[in-house]
């Protein structure tokens, strides 16, 4: 099953898929693990949860932005 964000009746999967690749990369980078690592605790955490919901426009923020965010839980 394909996950489909709207935001506005506009599509912006893309966006968001995009977005969380660029800030798993960084996180890896930051914490020397492995991109697969650094998603997996991604998908854990509360900021991930507040990317799903396009109403909180997280997913307009930068991906650096966000990683703010992620550390700061």
Excluded: P
């Amino acid at each position: 099953m394909q996950v489909k964000y709207l935001y506005k009746e506009q599509d912006v999967t893309t966006d968001i898929m995009f977005k969380i690749e660029h800030i798993v990369s960084i996180i890896a980078e930051k914490e020397k693990i492995s991109f697969e690592q650094a998603y997996l605790d991604f998908l854990k955490s509360n900021t991930y949860k507040a990317l799903q919901k396009t109403s909180s426009l997280m997913w307009a923020e930068s991906a650096e932005f966000i990683v703010d965010e992620y550390y700061r839980e």
